[in-house]
């Protein structure tokens, strides 16, 4: 696991909903419980964590499906620190 994805993890889990021990790096975090206030909620954290910006145009389901892919989108908006 990237330390990219364990910040993020430790994000959803901490401010969010918890994450169970089986969440691996591709689980569907919608199937987990992620919903759509959530998902807004997890965006400022992500924004406010990693100082990047994301926009409507970012705002695709698979973009927030699992770990992996949210770090993917944080590596493409920018500062990853």
């Known amino acids: 696991m990237s330390d990219l994805i364990t910040r993020i993890r430790t994000l959803i889990?901490?401010?969010l909903?918890?994450?169970a021990e089986s969440v691996c790096d591709?689980?569907?975090l919608h199937a987990e419980g992620l919903d759509s206030l959530m998902l807004m909620q997890l965006i400022?954290?992500?924004e406010q964590e990693f100082g990047v910006a994301i926009?409507?145009?970012d705002l695709d389901r698979e973009?927030?499906?699992s770990?992996?892919?949210i770090a993917a989108?944080?590596?493409r908006k920018g500062n990853t620190g």
Do not use: A, K, Q, Y
Request: aromatic letters at 8%; proline letters at 8%; charged letters at 20%.
């Open 13 to 15: 889990d901490g401010g």
């Open 73 to 75: 989108l944080v590596r």
């Open 44 to 46: 400022l954290l992500l």
């Open 26 to 28: 591709d689980t569907d």
């Open 67 to 69: 770990l992996t892919n």
């Open 17 to 19: 909903f918890p994450l």
């Open 63 to 65: 973009n927030f499906s």
């Open 55 to 57: 926009g409507p145009e």
